[in-house]
Structure formats: structure tokens, C-alpha cells
Nanobody, 126 residues
Framework: VQLQASGGGLVQAGASLRLSCAAS????????MGWFRQAPGKEREFVGA????????SYANSVKGRFTISRDNAKNTLYLQMSSLKPEDTAVYYC????????????????????WGQGTLVTVSS
């Protein structure tokens, strides 16, 4: 699966932004798609994920209630709607896909994802 993330940019605190991740290639083998982010000097961290076939979502506590993951099956596209953005949300955001089913407790492990997009930078100013 090839992934192309887009939609990043510079916004002020409190603003909203929507990221997109277009999938191509062996999309039928995609069981889970997720978003991770990496801030400068920090490790990559889980943001949220969706089990593609059933539509159930899971989020990191730091974004729960502010970020929403959705998908468009017809367009093979994953979205991350981000609201009430904070400066600490500043990071490069990556979309990822897992080619095998994952249990909920393992959605946050980036080693479970075998396809990654190139990342899109989100900068939130205070």
C-alpha cells in the first residue's frame, strides 16, 4: 500500500485542520489505518487509528475529544480532523497502514504498521 498524506500547515492555537491520507496499491490488504506524529526531538507517538472494515476508532488520550478519524472507502482515503489545536500538537503527522488485523490494545504500536506515508507538518502557534 502506498500512502500520501496532505493537509498540514501553520495555524493558530484553537484552530482546526484536516489531514488526508490517500491510499493506493494493495488497498484490499489494509486492515488498520492510523495516524502517528513526531515532534522535534521526541519519539513518534500514536494519535489514533481505525479498523478499516468495521470502522471502530481508537485515540490517544492527548487528542481524545479534539481529533476525529474518518474514512472514505470509495476514495480509499483516511482523514484526521483536528480541532482546538494546541502548540503541543505541533509535529510531523504520518499516516500508516497495517496489512493484518490488530487488536485494540496493539493499535498504538508503530511496529505493527508496515506502510507509511511521507508525513505532513502541522505547526500550531500560540
Amino acid at each position: 500500500v502506498q500512502l500520501q498524506a496532505s493537509g498540514g500547515g501553520l495555524v493558530q492555537a484553537g484552530a482546526s485542520l484536516r489531514l488526508s491520507c490517500a491510499a493506493s496499491g494493495r488497498t484490499f490488504s489494509r486492515h488498520v489505518m492510523g495516524w502517528f506524529r513526531q515532534a522535534p526531538g521526541k519519539e513518534r507517538e500514536f494519535v489514533g487509528a481505525v479498523k478499516w472494515n468495521v470502522g471502530s476508532t481508537s485515540y490517544a488520550n492527548s487528542v481524545k475529544g479534539r481529533f476525529t478519524i474518518s474514512r472514505d472507502n470509495a476514495k480509499n482515503t483516511l482523514y484526521l480532523q483536528m480541532s482546538s489545536l494546541k502548540p503541543e500538537d505541533t509535529a510531523v503527522y504520518y499516516c500508516a497502514a497495517a496489512s493484518r488485523p490488530l487488536i485494540t490494545s496493539s493499535l498504538g504500536l508503530y511496529s505493527n504498521y508496515d506502510s507509511w506515508g511521507q508525513g505532513t507538518l502541522v505547526t500550531v502557534s500560540s
